[in-house]
Each structure stands twice: as C-alpha cells, then as structure tokens.
C-alpha cells in the first residue's frame, strides 16, 4: 500500500488527496503489524514500530492509545518527513527562475509544513504525563545465569535451579544481617526450575529452601510434565510454610519453538521439526496477591517471555487487578544477539501503557526493575549472576490505553479502508 501511494502514477492521479498520504502509511502500518500481530498461529508481534521507542518522546503516547499509538505516530513522523523531503526535492526541480538568487528566495510551503508537522509529532508526546508516584513493594529478581548460551542452554538443568537457589540463599544472608529490607517478593525467571518440582521432590526442596532462607514469598518460572505426555511452561508462587500455592501457565507458547503446529507434516521437510518442544497452552491471566511490609496487597501480574508483546496478554493482567507486573523470561537460546535488549525494550513500553512497575527478569540477562515511566533501573550484563532488589511503586490507577483497550486497533484498520475507499473514488471521478 505505501509503495502504491508514492508511485508516480497515483500521484498524477489523486491531486488534493495526497496531501493525506502520510496519514494513509502511518493507518497502514498499524494495519499491517494488528494482522501480523494476530495470525498465522496467534501471531508473531515481535519487532514492532512501537517496541523501538523506549528512549524517544513518543513513548508517552502508549499510555494513551498503547503500543499502536506509538506505532502510528512513528510512521506518521516517517511519511510527514518522506513527504516533505519528497517536496521540497520535487519543487526545487520544478522552478524554473532565472536566477540563483531567485530559487534561494523560494519557499516551498508545503514541503516545510510537512517537516515541522513531522517536528511536532514527535516532540508533543513529551508533554505526556508519566506518573509513577504509589505505595512501593519490595522486590528482588535473581539472574541465576546458565552454563551455557545457546539451544542447549538447558542441558545441566539442576546446575540452573541451583544457581537461582545459590544467588538467594547469598541475599538471604544479607537479609539476615539486616544489611538490607527483607524483600516481600522474590522473582526468579522462566525456565529457573527445568525439573518439574512438582513431580522431583530434590527440585522442591531446594526451592523451598531458597525460600525458606529469605523467608518472603517467591515466584519462579518452572516446566512441568503436565498435562502428560505434553508439557507446560508456568510461573508458580511459593508462600513460606506453605510451599506451592498457585500457578500460570503461559497463555501463548511460541509456535516453531514450543510447540510445532502440523508437526507431522514439517517433519517430512526437517527432522529439526522435533527440537520444539510440545508445550500446551494455559487459560486465564496470572495474578499472584502476596501482601507486603507496608500492609499493602502485591498483585503481581505474570506474564512469560514471548507473551509481553501481545497486547491482550499483558492488558489482562492489569484488568484483572496487577498492580506489578512480573515478566519472567530466559534468553539464554538467543546467545548475545540484541534480543535480550529488544524484550527489555517492550516491557519499558509496557510500563508507560498500563503505568505499572515491572520486574524484568532474565536467566541471563538482560534484567532490570523498571518504574512506570518506562525507566529502566539497575541493568544487568549478558551471561552473568546478578541479584537486582529495589522498592517499585504499586500503582492502581487505569491509564487511557487501558481503558480504551483494542480500540486504537480497530479505528486505524478502519479509517485505512475509508482512505483507500476515498482514494479509488477519487481516481474513479477523474476517469470519468
């Protein structure tokens, strides 16, 4: 659609509309990442336009209309300057003065409107609020590390769980010497636990007695041999002197990677179609309710990995009343690419959209505690130990993305096709 609006035929035809054109691209670019975002297979909304400004002023606007309203105003900017540079070159071409003097004194309007418009586009969400003030719990979130990086990350799977153990039961030590607050949640990442402690009771105990150490409740991404013979990648919630209480199964499992739709059939292509895994997917949001120092209810919501860029996962969660947010991930197969940084990226998106803190945790890295301003606090380094703790606001309040929720979405899809409607009638009448 965009490269048919800029071809040079449509712009002999259409006149006064391509005035609009900008507008058309930026309604097709949300366009096309809502359906890329949804299907095949629940969709793939990895990479988009929204994810990639975490540290630009049009962050702020995700609080108002969520990740495509900062989808939108980032190829909005794009087309205004595409636009305006395109005019400014087509209009110096057109003069024909005879003097350089003369050219140099011309302004062409419309060009220059289009790069301020530009301009404005991107700096006005700076005036966007991005409250963060609230009651704050305690949190820790601990990056055990792997022995190794790569598809086989998981090879020595209690050497992992005992590593997560390790790092707390270290904290734990200085919880105990009052070195520092007893946290009121501890957060480990997916995959901290490969054995299934539900079935291993070696696993078990040494959870519980990570636990148990720091004496605060502690939550750790698991895979459990359940429902036989498949499996499911869940969140599970430890309460001191009660041990499991309550779990999240994750919602989404990747396809090609946690599961392989039409196995059978790719296997006739690739007998690497049998390395995924054959995980099934959980019902409902997770929210884990622990209470903290202050007497205020942490209502952590949980979501794992992959699952914190699609919109409906992560907005449940808060509709369902998360005042935190938990994002529990392992990025140990993606070795030193820049995907670790990318997932850090869209939970700092995340943060400004539902105005919630998030505890952003990683086998390897890359963590962080982010407020709800979209801030990233206490960053890790790739393939290393590190225990983050810090005090994260608890915020209830609904910001306009929450409230408005899909919306954003369904207007843009349809003002594209009142757009394209307008511009085939247009090019209709001047046939006629």
Excluded at 142 to 156: H, I, K, S, T
Excluded at 311 to 337: I, P, Y
Aim: proline share 7%; aromatic share 6%; glycine share 8%.
């Amino acid at each position: 659609v965009c490269a048919l609006l800029q071809s040079r035929p449509w712009q002999a035809r259409i006149g006064s509309v391509a005035r609009i054109r900008p507008l058309v691209v930026a309604l097709a670019w949300v366009a096309q990442e809502t359906l890329r975002g949804n299907t095949p297979f629940g969709g793939f909304p990895w990479g988009r336009l929204a994810f990639s400004q975490a540290d630009s002023p049009l962050a702020a606007l995700a609080s108002l209309g969520g990740a495509p309203a900062v989808t939108f105003a980032v190829a909005l900017a794009g087309g205004l300057l595409a636009a305006g540079v395109a005019r400014l070159i087509r209009a110096g071409r057109s003069l024909d003065l005879g003097s350089r003097e003369r050219r140099l004194g011309v302004v062409p309007v419309l060009g220059v409107c289009c790069l301020v418009s530009a301009a404005v586009v991107i700096l006005a969400p700076a005036l966007v609020p991005r409250p963060a003030a609230g009651p704050t719990g305690r949190f820790i979130a601990v990056q055990g590390n792997v022995p190794r990086p790569g598809l086989d990350f998981n090879a020595e799977r209690r050497a992992v769980l005992d590593n997560h153990a390790r790092a707390t039961q270290q904290v734990a030590v200085s919880v105990r010497a009052g070195a520092q607050p007893r946290p009121d949640l501890v957060v480990w990442p997916e995959n901290a636990s490969d054995i299934d402690p539900t079935r291993n009771p070696d696993a078990a105990n040494v959870i519980e007695g990570a636990m148990e150490a720091i004496n605060a409740p502690l939550v750790l991404g698991a895979v459990l041999r359940e429902p036989s013979p498949r499996e499911s990648n869940a969140s599970l919630l430890y309460l001191p002197g009660r041990g499991l209480t309550w779990r999240y199964v994750k919602q989404h499992p990747v396809p090609f990677a946690e599961y392989i739709p039409y196995r059978s059939f790719f296997r006739n292509f690739s007998d690497k179609a049998d390395l995924a895994g054959d995980f099934v997917a959980g019902k409902g949001a997770g929210v884990f309710r622990v209470a903290s120092r202050g007497g205020d209810t942490i209502a952590a919501g949980t979501v794992i990995c992959f699952e914190v860029a699609i919109d409906t996962l992560v907005r449940d969660t808060v509709d369902d009343g998360a005042n935190v947010l938990l994002v529990q991930t392992n990025n140990a197969t993606f070795g030193f690419t820049d995907e670790s940084v990318q997932q850090l990226a869209i939970s700092r998106i995340r943060a400004v959209e539902h105005g919630r803190s998030i505890v952003h945790v990683s086998t390897v890295g890359v963590s962080a505690m982010i407020t709800p301003d979209g801030t990233a606090h206490q960053r890790s380094a790739l393939f290393t130990s590190d225990v983050l703790a810090a005090d994260l606001p608890l915020r209830t309040d609904r910001t306009v993305a929450d409230r408005v929720g899909p919306w954003p979405e369904i207007v843009a899809g349809g003002a594209l096709v009142a757009s394209l409607a307008l511009l085939a009638l247009s090019r209709l009448s001047r046939r006629r």
